[in-house]
């Protein structure tokens, strides 16, 4: 049964430091994984997504690597801003039939002005 | 536009009531999900549906039962609604099951 987990689960820094977010998964059979970012009483929205083949996706100051070997995913942000605050969550889309995403419990993320 | 919109944003009803959320995307995929958001913040599926038929189906009480007239519509129904049933439920769609994910604003069942 894959696990997906996110530590920690609450993260603050000041403006401008850059972000670092983890994820890791127990079952590296994965077809891809995704980083979502959820700001309060609103839905998800996909930031990256990464094919098992690949090693890493960026988009602005995101960039997401994946090491399928270890079980480890990384999301950074570069120069946080106080926009950047919000909860992100990581799923990894196992290749079993139905493409079933398990997600991680989320990083809630505080940027200080 | 709206890509995946579900109705109500919130819902609050009785024990023992059966309610309905709705879902519709304009994207064009082809499948659509379920997913359920406790008060601890994990996400998990529910249900899953390709071209309007059920293709993951979790271990969720039968009083859960999705039905999708067609393939940019999923609706959620519930019966006999439980106080254990109180969370936020997603409406998520992707084209060939293995895209990204599109998600809806969610829906807050309170249960009292």
């Known amino acids: 049964k894959q696990e997906v987990t996110q530590i920690p689960a609450a993260l603050s820094v000041p403006e401008g430091e850059n972000l670092v977010l983890n994820c890791s998964f127990t079952?590296?059979?994965?077809?891809?994984l995704q980083w979502f970012r959820q700001d309060p009483g609103k839905g998800l929205t996909s930031l990256l997504l990464?094919?098992?083949?690949?090693r890493e996706q960026t988009s602005g100051r995101l960039n997401a690597s994946l090491d399928k070997s270890s079980g480890r995913s990384t999301l950074y942000i570069a120069a946080s801003q106080p926009g950047d605050s919000a909860t992100y969550l990581c799923?990894?889309?196992?290749?079993?039939?139905?493409?079933?995403?398990?997600f991680g419990g989320g990083t809630r993320v505080l940027v200080k002005p | 536009d709206t890509a995946v919109s579900q109705t109500p944003k919130y819902l609050v009803t009785q024990m023992g009531n059966d309610k309905s959320i709705k879902c519709e995307q304009n994207l064009g995929h082809d499948t659509m999900y379920w997913y359920k958001q406790d008060s601890k913040k994990f996400l998990k599926i529910m249900f899953s549906?390709?071209?309007?038929?059920?293709?993951i189906n979790e271990t969720v009480p039968n009083r859960f039962s999705p039905k999708s007239p067609d393939k940019a519509h999923l609706n959620l129904h519930i019966n006999s609604l439980e106080l254990g049933d109180s969370a936020v439920y997603f409406c998520?769609?992707?084209?060939?099951?293995?895209?990204?994910?599109?998600f809806g604003s969610g829906t807050q069942l309170s249960v009292l």
């Open positions: 549906y390709n071209n309007k038929e059920l293709i």
């Open positions: 998520a769609s992707s084209r060939r099951g293995a895209e990204k994910l599109f």
């Open positions: 079952d590296s059979a994965i077809y891809n």
């Open positions: 799923a990894a889309l196992i290749k079993a039939a139905g493409n079933k995403l398990t």
């Open positions: 990464i094919q098992s083949s690949q």
